[in-house]
């Protein structure tokens, strides 16, 4: 059974850093695309779907990044340990939420995907919350 498991979520104030780290539990990232994304507070209830936060792709490390975290988030990958990390800096209020790792099994090297419906699996999320 393939589990994602995100970690680094926590508490931290407006400015602030924090990195996210996503690992594979009985599977590996060397055939996958990754990606972050996030759900804000309410919005689960709401129906709204995740939102992207940024993606790589499978070998070619290649990025792409929402406009909303740009410049102040970045994504990575390490095959030799299995981790996808999202080092999250200047932190703001608007932030705040509950991020998900998502792998796709992809014949791309260099492809990234941006879409929640793309993604094959998902972990089980990590709260951040930037305080103002």
């Known amino acids: 059974q393939v589990q994602l498991v995100e970690s680094g979520g926590g508490l931290v104030h407006a400015g602030g850093s924090l990195r996210l780290s996503c690992t594979g539990s009985?599977?590996?990232?060397?055939?996958?695309?990754l990606g972050w994304f996030r759900q804000a507070p309410g919005k689960e209830r709401e129906g709204k779907e995740r939102?992207?936060?940024?993606?790589?792709?499978?070998?070619?490390?290649?990025?792409y990044y929402a406009d909303s975290v740009k410049g102040r988030f970045t994504i990575s990958r390490d095959y030799d340990k299995n981790i996808l990390y999202l080092q999250m800096d200047s932190l703001k209020p608007a932030d705040t939420a509950v991020y998900y790792c998502?792998?796709?099994?992809?014949?791309?090297?260099?492809?990234?995907?941006?879409?929640?419906?793309?993604?094959?699996?998902w972990g089980q999320g990590t709260q951040v919350t930037v305080s103002s």
């Open positions: 009985g599977h590996t990232f060397e055939r996958d695309a």
């Open positions: 939102e992207f936060v940024a993606a790589i792709s499978k070998s070619t490390f290649a990025t």
């Open positions: 998502a792998a796709k099994s992809s014949y791309s090297n260099g492809a990234y995907y941006l879409e929640e419906y793309q993604y094959d699996y």
